[in-house]
T-cell receptor, first 111, second 113 residues
Framework: SQQGEEDPQALSIQEGENATMNCSYK?????LQWYRQNSGRGLVHLIL?????REKHSGRLRVTLDTSKKSSSLLITASRAADTASYFC???????????FGKGTKLSVIP | DGGITQSPKYLFRKEGQNVTLSCEQN?????MYWYRQDPGQGLRLIYY???????QKGDIAEGYSVSREKKESFPLTVTSAQKNPTAFYLC????????????FGPGTRLTVL
C-alpha cells in the first residue's frame, strides 16, 4: 500500500501561533485519522474524520477532509510548547482493515 | 500509551540471532498490529491479527514472524533473515473488523550490534 504524504515535513512556530499540517492520500478511504508522537514514544490518537464528513473539531484541533482532492488538514490553534511532537495522518482504505501512515510533520513550538 | 505494554524498551541483538518482542494488552481488543518505524519515517505494517489463532502479513513481513495464541498477547520475532532490523517497533490494538482508533504501546527500540 502507498503511504500518504504530509506537508510540511517540519514546522517551527512561536507559542500562541496556529499550526497547519496537510496530508494527501491516494485511494478512496473509510476514514482519516491524525496521531501524535512525542520523541521516542508510541502514537496517541487525536481525531478521526469519516469520509462523509468535511470538518471536525476537538478542543484546539480542527480537521478538514476534502475527498475530491484526497487531502486533509490538521489545524492546532493557540499552540503551546507542549504541542511539540510529530504528527501523522493515517488513512483507512475502503475495503481494508489496515491503516496507511504518512511520514509525519515534525512540529516545534518555541516558548 | 493506554492498556498496551511492550517489553523490553531497548533491545540489542547480535547479527544472526533471533529476538522476540513482547506486546500485551488489557483493552479486550480482538485486533493487534505490529509496525516498524525508521528514523524520520512513518509506520509500516509488519503483521496484523484480527482474532486469536489468525494473523496476516502486512507490507514488510519478510524476516519477521508472529503468533497469536492468546487474545492479550501478540509477540513479534525478528529473525536472522531480517537484513536490516535496527528500528523502532510499535505494537497497537483495536476493534476487529474496524479501521477506527488504534491504541499504541510505548515501543521497543531494537539495535543490531
Amino acid at each position: 500500500s502507498q503511504q500518504g504524504e504530509e506537508d510540511p515535513q517540519a514546522l517551527s512556530i512561536q507559542e500562541g501561533e496556529n499550526a497547519t499540517m496537510n496530508c494527501s492520500y491516494k485511494t478512496s478511504i473509510n476514514n482519516l485519522q491524525w496521531y501524535r508522537q512525542n520523541s521516542g514514544r508510541g502514537l496517541v490518537h487525536l481525531i478521526l474524520i469519516r469520509s462523509n464528513e468535511r470538518e471536525k473539531h476537538s478542543g484546539r484541533l480542527r480537521v478538514t477532509l476534502d475527498t475530491s482532492k484526497k487531502s486533509s488538514s490538521l489545524l492546532i490553534t493557540a499552540s503551546r510548547a507542549a504541542d511539540t511532537a510529530s504528527y501523522f495522518c493515517a488513512s483507512s482504505d475502503a475495503g481494508s482493515y489496515q491503516l496507511t501512515f504518512g511520514k509525519g510533520t515534525k512540529l516545534s513550538v518555541i516558548p | 500509551d493506554g492498556g498496551i505494554t511492550q517489553s523490553p524498551k531497548y533491545l540489542f541483538r547480535k547479527e544472526g540471532q533471533n529476538v522476540t518482542l513482547s506486546c500485551e494488552q488489557n483493552l479486550n481488543h480482538d485486533a493487534m498490529y505490529w509496525y516498524r518505524q525508521d528514523p524520520g519515517q512513518g509506520l509500516r505494517l509488519i503483521y496484523y491479527s484480527q482474532i486469536v489463532n489468525d494473523f496476516q502479513k502486512g507490507d514488510i513481513a519478510e524476516g519477521y514472524s508472529v503468533s497469536r495464541e492468546k487474545k492479550e498477547s501478540f509477540p513479534l520475532t525478528v529473525t536472522s533473515a531480517q537484513k536490516n532490523p535496527t528500528a523502532f517497533y510499535l505494537c497497537a490494538s483495536g476493534t476487529s473488523g474496524s479501521t477506527d482508533t488504534q491504541y499504541f504501546g510505548p515501543g521497543t527500540r531494537l539495535t543490531v550490534l
